[in-house]
Structures are given as C-alpha cells and as structure tokens.
C-alpha cells in the first residue's frame, strides 16, 4: 500500500481549474523538494508532468503547476481541457534506501 | 531520440517461466537506472524495484522479492524483468522506465508489456 495519499477523483468543466493533493508526511513529500506528477490516459503509459515539485519537463503545457505546503503536493490544472481527462500519479523522494514509489492515483474527470 | 522499447504481449499458463525486456537507446544506457512498475487492471502503479545497468547492482520492492529477477545486458542496453513460475496474479501490465540517479523523476517509460497468466 502506498505511502502517498491521493483522493480517487476529482472533476472540473472545461476552462475551469482543479487541484489534487499528494499527502505524505515530514520524511517524504514534507521532507524534500522532490515531488513528481504522472499523466496516464487509458491504455498508455505514464508521463512526467511535474518534477522537483513545480517544474514542468519540455513539452508540458503551462496550464500544469504544482505546489507544496507541509507534508502535502498539489498538482492543479488551469483551463481545462478534454484531453485531461487521465489517472494522475504523484511521487516523492523518500530518502536514499527508499524506493521512489507512487501514489494512490487520482482520477480527473472533464465533465 | 530518447525511448524504452518493450518486448510484446505475452499469454502464460500458471507455472510457467517468462522473460520480458525493455531496451534503451538514444541515450547513455549506464547512466541511467531502469525500474519496473506493476500495473494490475484498474488498480494503480506499483514500484517493483529497480537496477543500475553499470553494474547490475539491483534493489527490490519487498512485495516482489523473491518473485521476479531484475537484469540487465549493457552491451546491448537492454533491461530484463522474468519469472521462474508465474502466477494468476502477475497478471497485469508491466513498464519500465528510467530515472537518473542524481534525479528524483522517472522521465522516459516504455510503452508497456501486458503479461497475462491463465489456465
């Protein structure tokens, strides 16, 4: 079972902006600046969206941000769009003899 | 261009053994760890564990040591994922993916291979 919690859904109508949270706690998400975010669409494979927190890879619309505050990640997407509709997957360091494992998974729904 | 190509689809009987593979190119394949991630259908992605293919130092979830072997051919910049005796239960899609081990992200994946177990 993982360590980080996500809520299992989350929805917005288009142009509308949501956020899910990532929860860990001081030894993990709290503990560093080493937070990630997974796009996976049905039948794909997962996509790095978010790393280090709040930076975004090449190729990742600036309508994707992330944050943290205490032991909790946010990943909030703006003006959404059909196309964001996928299980998003947080992430977070955890220390060196630790795996870097995922979350529970939050599904977002483009009503 | 950077990609982690899988091998394809595979239909096993309980028992059974099974190798799957993930090859690496348009990078320096020594430079980054491969990790395996279990993704049982519907449910959500699961750390299996993960090698360094510069010397084939491994580490492994405790869900699945002792259930699968986690390898790697660097001459070839390949990653290996096999079992000796398969179970219903591993059936379920597997990736791979890469992480630099200076990094605290996984930035490219394989496409998956779906490893289906049944009587």
């Known amino acids: 079972q993982s360590a980080l919690t996500q809520p299992p859904s989350a929805s917005g109508s288009p142009g509308q902006s949501v956020t899910i949270s990532c929860t860990g706690t001081s030894s993990d998400v709290g503990g560093y600046d080493s937070v990630s975010w997974y796009q996976q669409h049905p039948g794909k494979a997962p996509k790095l969206m978010i790393y280090d927190v709040n930076k975004r890879p090449s190729g990742v619309p600036d309508r994707f941000s992330g944050s943290r505050s205490g032991s909790t990640a946010s990943l909030t997407v703006s003006g959404l769009q059909a196309e964001d509709e996928a299980d998003y997957y947080c992430?977070?360091?955890?220390?060196?003899?630790?795996?870097?494992?995922f979350g529970t998974g939050t599904k977002i729904t483009v009503l | 261009e950077v990609q982690l190509v899988q091998s394809g689809a595979e239909v096993k009987k309980p028992g059974e053994s099974l190798r799957i593979s993930c090859k690496g190119s348009?990078?320096?394949?020594?430079?980054?760890?491969i990790i395996w991630v279990r993704q049982m259908p519907g449910k959500g992605l699961e750390w299996m564990g993960r090698i360094d293919p510069s010397d084939s130092h491994t580490k492994y979830s405790p869900s699945f040591q002792g259930h699968v072997t986690i390898s790697a051919d660097k001459s070839i910049s390949t990653a290996y994922l096999q079992w000796s005796s398969l179970q219903a239960s591993d059936t379920a899609i597997y990736y791979c993916?890469?992480?630099?081990?200076?990094?605290?992200?996984?930035?490219?994946w394989g496409q998956g291979t779906l490893v289906s177990v049944s009587s």
């Open positions: 993916a890469r992480r630099r081990y200076s990094n605290v992200w996984y930035d490219y």
């Open positions: 348009g990078y320096s394949f020594t430079s980054y760890w």
């Open positions: 992430s977070s360091y955890a220390g060196s003899n630790n795996p870097l494992d």
